[in-house]
């Protein structure tokens, strides 16, 4: 009986979970358009490996960082920028006149120019000696294979030719083959010492290069974590502004930034408040500073134009309809 009364809980959550509207709603081809022209365009230029042991990895990285990019950003198709470069030579030249020039044909606010390295760590043998518990041993050996890509790139300003973001980013990830477990710890003893010998080397050696010929999968989502890392910088450098449409109670409330500006469950939005103008007796110059009015964290995206934010009570409080909100 009981059996069957956890079978239909499990039944009716799964009915539940089924049926409940989703955290993000894709936006519509139309919604997509309308936000177009309040973002910012960026074109991908080049995605170097010039130096990387391993070959292959500027499409991943390519691809990366498009997903990075998309949806706060507007694109440059890539076709249309290999073909601008072709046609005008503009890898012959590396100069501010460059940058404004290839900008303006690209039709785009910012060019960035990146560089891929990969490589893959030397594998190694790992173990696991466990305590024994009522006589009994436990212990594992294994192989692990790890892989590293380091991703750099640089954001250049067209209308100024300054570098307006550079950073370096490092993403890792390894995979274990070959796992043994044993329950006679003499056994193991044995199998870890042959395992140190030059044989086993000599093996890991080979499944080295057999990964390296096949641009494993390790690579591949030791790059995926690079250029994920990039995603927080370039929001926080590059931020995107909202209005509250409308205070929803006492801590959700209504922005008008949704999943066609590429937000998602879980980001931060932030409305800032600003203080009395300064004026700096040294320089002359008058700065308006400005401090956190409210912290926000988005828990629903409800369309491609929209989306519902929540904060503490103290936040919501102070916060009025027509408010500025920045994703950063």
């Given at each position: 009986?009981?059996?069957?009364?956890?079978?239909?809980?499990?039944?009716?959550?799964?009915?539940?979970?089924?049926?409940?509207?989703?955290?993000?709603?894709?936006?519509?081809?139309?919604?997509?358009?309308?936000?177009?022209?309040?973002?910012?365009?960026?074109?991908?230029?080049?995605?170097?490996?010039?130096?990387?042991?391993?070959?292959?990895?500027?499409?991943s990285a390519f691809s990366g960082l498009e997903n990075a990019l998309a949806g706060h950003f507007n694109l440059v198709e890539r076709e249309k920028v290999l073909k601008v470069m072709a046609e005008r030579k503009f890898a012959e030249r590396d100069d501010v006149e460059r940058y404004t020039e290839l900008g303006k044909l690209l039709g785009a606010d910012y060019l960035l120019f990146g560089s891929a390295m990969a490589f893959f760590n030397r594998p190694e043998i790992k173990h696991y000696k466990g305590k024994k518990k009522d006589g009994k041993f436990t212990g594992s050996i294994w192989k692990e294979l790890k892989g590293t890509c380091e991703l750099n790139i640089k954001i250049v300003d067209v209308g100024s030719g300054i570098v307006r973001y550079a950073d370096k980013k490092v993403g890792?990830?390894?995979?274990?083959?070959?796992?043994k477990h044993y329950n006679d710890e003499e056994e193991f003893n044995e199998a870890l010492d042959i395992a140190t010998k030059t044989d086993i080397i000599i093996?890991?050696?080979?499944?080295?290069?057999?990964?390296?010929?096949?641009?494993?999968?390790?690579?591949?989502?030791?790059?995926?974590?690079?250029?994920?890392?990039?995603?927080?910088?370039?929001?926080?450098?590059?931020?995107?502004?909202?209005?509250?449409?409308?205070?929803?109670?006492?801590?959700?409330?209504?922005?008008?930034?949704g999943s066609a500006y590429g937000i998602k469950p879980g980001d931060k939005l932030i409305i800032w408040e600003e203080l009395a103008p300064i004026r700096d007796p040294k320089t002359g110059v008058v700065t308006v500073p400005k401090r956190k009015k409210a912290i926000l964290k988005v828990k629903k995206v409800t369309s491609g134009l929209s989306c519902i934010a929540r904060g503490k009570r103290k936040y919501i409080r102070v916060i009025r309809v027509g408010d500025t909100v920045f994703t950063h």
């Open positions: 009986m009981k059996v069957l009364k956890f079978v239909c809980c499990v039944v009716v959550l799964a009915l539940l979970w089924g049926c409940a509207p989703p955290l993000i709603v894709a936006p519509t081809k139309e919604e997509l358009d309308a936000v177009r022209r309040f973002k910012e365009t960026v074109a991908i230029i080049e995605i170097s490996e010039k130096g990387s042991p391993v070959k292959g990895v500027s499409e890792e990830m390894s995979r274990e083959e070959g796992k093996e890991l050696a080979n499944i080295f290069v057999r990964l390296r010929k096949e641009n494993s999968r390790i690579l591949s989502q030791a790059m995926e974590k690079a250029t994920e890392k990039f995603k927080d910088d370039l929001r926080n450098e590059f931020a995107q502004t909202g209005q509250v449409l409308q205070i929803l109670s006492e801590k959700e409330v209504v922005i008008n930034l």
